[in-house]
T-cell receptor, first 115, second 117 residues
Framework: DTEVTQTPKHLVMGMTNKKSLKCEQH?????MYWYKQKAKKPPELMFV???????INESVPSRFSPECPNSSLLNLHLHALQPEDSALYLC??????????????FGEGSRLTVL | AQKVTQAQTEISVVEKEDVTLDCVYE???????LFWYKQPPSGELVFLIR??????QNEISGRYSWNFQKSTSSFNFTITASQVVDSAVYFC??????????????FGTGTRLQVTL
């Protein structure tokens, strides 16, 4: 079983809805990540949180709003999404934000469909 | 710029065949890490191996082995005696440490491996 837990596993939302994706890890990791993966494509980095502070935003549209309330939790707030935002959203964590000392641990992902 | 190339889009083999997945990377950093991840249909990315840029030793773990060659910037992955459970998409990835506040993991485009009976 993965040690990074993501909820919900599946989400269907309309373009005017507001929803959130949640990610939780209890491994004491201090870096957390959001990736977006379209079908048959590799994961693409969206955001990196380092010690609960946003350190990387890969020019993601503002309709995606990340939040890191504490070192174990990572949220992704969704508002006014477009159908092309439908994808698998993967959360990951690692021991340290930089230095490449360890691998990223991924959750199973939240599969989002925007109607 | 950092780049990972997996030229093989899809590979089909019959169970018990050996199969090698190719990975070629580009980076100007002297310190970097290479990874292989497996993504089964369930969606989760499963870590398989990490290799740092200073360690060119090949590694074997059960039916899996990895060949890291800096001279050709390659980090190939071989599955010996493949099994149906090996069917998945395999991603090679490059983690570069020389960034301001956090490291970035760049993925190759993935190789879909299908193992049939």
């Amino acid at each position: 079983d993965t040690e990074v837990t993501q909820t919900p596993k599946h989400l269907v939302m309309g373009m005017t809805n507001k929803k959130s994706l949640k990610c939780e890890q209890h491994m004491g990791h201090r870096a957390m990540y959001w990736y977006k993966q379209k079908a048959k494509k590799p994961p693409e980095l969206m955001f990196v949180y380092s010690y609960e502070k946003l350190s990387i935003n890969e020019s993601v549209p503002s309709r995606f709003s990340p939040e890191c309330p504490n070192s174990s939790l990572l949220n992704l707030h969704l508002h006014a999404l477009q159908p092309e935002d439908s994808a698998l959203y993967l959360c990951a964590s690692s021991h340290h934000p930089r230095g490449g000392t360890g691998e990223l641990f991924f959750g199973e992902g939240s599969r989002l469909t925007v109607l | 710029a950092q780049k990972v190339t997996q030229a093989q889009t899809e590979i089909s083999v019959v169970e018990k065949e050996d199969v090698t997945l190719d990975c070629v990377y580009e980076t100007r950093d002297t310190t970097y890490y290479l990874f292989w991840y497996k993504q089964p249909p369930s969606g989760e990315l499963v870590f398989l191996i990490r290799r740092n840029s200073f360690d060119e030793q090949n590694e074997i773990s059960g039916r899996y082995s990895w060949n890291f060659q800096k001279s050709t910037s390659s980090f190939n992955f071989t599955i010996t005696a493949s099994q149906v459970v090996d069917s998945a998409v395999y991603f090679c990835a490059l983690l570069y440490a020389d960034t301001g506040t956090a490291s970035k993991l760049t993925f190759g485009t993935g190789t879909r491996l299908q193992v049939t009976l």
